[in-house]
């Protein structure tokens, strides 16, 4: 076969818009980092020097006990002599809506994820290929090529591939900043939207993550409440994305968009306009299943969906593993409980040894990663360019992938995500002592060269005391103007960036 040709060769005449054009987004950081883990990556005895992977939020932290209820419940898979009885219904075609049992135990997790607070209609549930999928077909839902939807930043790096690559929907961004711990407010929605009507776009909604991904805080209920209200004002979508409701460790609980559409009078809300996509990549820690779920209040999305699953419809065989699994209510109760356990004391572990190196912090109550601030480490303040080149200095010498908050689309540089749960502690603990390392090294190097220009200045001043001595009868003009040639006080630069 021959060589591959580049798009704007013989290929990229021949090939559609859309597979050549560069709004898939993989070209960013984000998936650079991914690109450099996998040409080198960590292994604690295989490749000790490789580099740790912390650009990917998984959850692996309860794998075993879903290994354990695994092994103990054979009947569950149809590839095992217990459960092969009922391979050859399984094998066969099963049409789009999904087995029975698996979309009754889906909403029954959904449900319990969110504190059994709400509740969900198996009815209303699509599947999809993971939460990439399900945000697609929602967007294909709700909007034409050109329209736009509202996204507050920072935000999913793989947003851009996932809403808008295929569909030729718009992203206009909601900036949120550090000066209020980049929370969101309907002030900051409200004025986003009324920029792009001036601007002559065609806004089809609202979405967010919640809770946040990358930032790891929960909007409260009150806020929930008010973007309700304000989608509902301007006949305008709100999706929610809710992958890590199930993912809280800490604070106060989780408000899911549909206890605010079960509080709210039905004046302030029009429930058609209301769509939540879940997943059990983050809240299970199965990404390689591909479970995606659309959920939505509104008859004519939950048909058009349903249509367009056929194109990333769930394997029956996972459905069926997952249905037996999720129905198991005793097990559901102690993942749960013991998944949010696990998730804290990791965070808590994580984010006090990169206090011991002096990097803060957003403070964040749920999630797989922290938002960490490197600000105090950029070569210069506020530059974009300087955020990237520390994030090559830890991609290459500190061998950790971290995404750089530029991905995220971050108005402020030097915002870094880091995934803490995709790896074992023993990895956990190889990560922090290289920022550890990596930090005071170069710390000591600032020191050593403050130091340096303290012994400057002292030896110039030694130097200008003898000078005076010996030349008292100078003119006091001529001292003060010696002075002020004197060499000053050089300012070291960021350590990190130094070496």
């Known amino acids: 076969m021959g060589s591959l040709i580049k798009?704007?060769?013989?290929?990229?005449?021949?090939?559609?818009?859309?597979?050549?054009?560069?709004?898939?987004?993989?070209?960013?950081?984000?998936?650079?980092?991914?690109?450099a883990y996998d040409k080198d990556p960590f292994h604690l005895s295989r490749n000790p020097h490789g580099i740790i992977q912390m650009g990917l939020a998984e959850n692996q932290l309860c794998l075993d006990l879903i290994k354990d209820w695994i092994k103990e419940n054979p009947k569950a898979s149809v590839c095992t002599p217990e459960g092969v009885y009922q391979f050859s219904d399984i094998a066969n075609f099963q049409d789009y809506h999904g087995l029975k049992e698996f979309r009754q135990a889906i909403a029954?997790?959904?449900?319990?994820?969110?504190?059994?607070?709400v509740t969900f209609d198996p009815e209303r549930i699509v599947m999809s290929g993971g939460a990439t999928g399900a945000n697609e077909t929602i967007m294909f839902c709700l909007a034409d090529p050109g329209d736009v939807f509202l996204v507050p930043s920072p935000y999913y790096a793989a947003f851009?591939?996932?809403?808008?690559?295929?569909?030729?929907v718009e992203i206009v961004p909601v900036h949120c900043s550090s000066s209020n711990n980049f929370k969101l407010t309907v002030e900051a929605v409200e004025w986003a939207y009324k920029k792009a009507v001036q601007s002559n776009k065609n806004v089809k909604g609202l979405l967010f993550t919640n809770p946040s991904n990358p930032l790891g805080t929960i909007l409260d209920k009150d806020t929930l409440k008010?973007?309700?209200?304000?989608?509902?004002?301007?006949?305008?979508?709100?999706?929610?994305?809710?992958?890590?409701?199930?993912?809280?460790?800490?604070?106060?609980?989780?408000?899911?968009?549909?206890?605010?559409?079960?509080?709210?009078?039905?004046?302030?809300?029009?429930?058609?306009?209301?769509?939540i996509v879940y997943s059990l990549s983050k809240d299970m820690g199965l990404p390689g299943f591909r479970v995606g779920i659309v959920y939505s209040y509104n008859d004519s999305v939950v048909s058009c969906a349903r249509k367009m699953s056929s194109f990333g419809l769930v394997s029956s065989q996972t459905q069926f593993m997952l249905a037996s699994m999720l129905s198991d209510d005793s097990f559901v109760d102690n993942f749960l409980m013991e998944s949010s356990k696990r998730l804290g004391i990791r965070h808590g572990v994580f984010t006090l040894g990169l206090k011991k190196a002096d990097i803060n912090c957003l403070i964040s109550t749920a999630g797989l990663f922290v938002w960490m601030d490197l600000r105090h480490l950029l070569r210069v303040r506020n530059s974009f360019e300087s955020e990237i080149e520390l994030w090559h200095i830890i991609i290459d010498k500190v061998k950790l992938n971290v995404s750089p908050g530029s991905s995220f689309q971050c108005t402020e540089p030097g915002w870094f995500r880091v995934c803490f749960a995709n790896m074992d502690d023993d990895t956990l603990h190889v990560a922090l002592r290289r920022i550890q390392d990596f930090v005071s090294k170069n710390s000591n190097k600032t020191a050593e060269k403050a130091s340096d220009n303290d012994k400057l200045i002292q030896n110039n001043n030694a130097k200008k005391q003898k000078w005076k001595q010996s030349n008292l009868r100078l003119s006091f003009r001529r001292l003060y103007e010696d002075g002020l040639s004197s060499p000053g006080i050089m300012s070291p630069h960021s350590p990190l960036l130094r070496t």
């Open 108 to 117: 029954n997790f959904m449900g319990k994820a969110r504190g059994g607070r």
């Open 226 to 275: 008010n973007l309700v209200r304000f989608v509902t004002r301007n006949n305008i979508h709100l999706v929610v994305d809710e992958i890590y409701a199930a993912t809280v460790f800490a604070g106060e609980n989780f408000a899911s968009v549909a206890e605010v559409v079960k509080d709210l009078d039905s004046s302030e809300v029009n429930v058609d306009l209301i769509h």
């Open 160 to 168: 851009d591939r996932d809403l808008r690559w295929r569909t030729g």
């Open 7 to 35: 798009s704007g060769g013989v290929s990229g005449a021949i090939l559609s818009r859309i597979a050549t054009n560069d709004q898939h987004g993989e070209n960013s950081e984000y998936f650079d980092g991914w690109k």
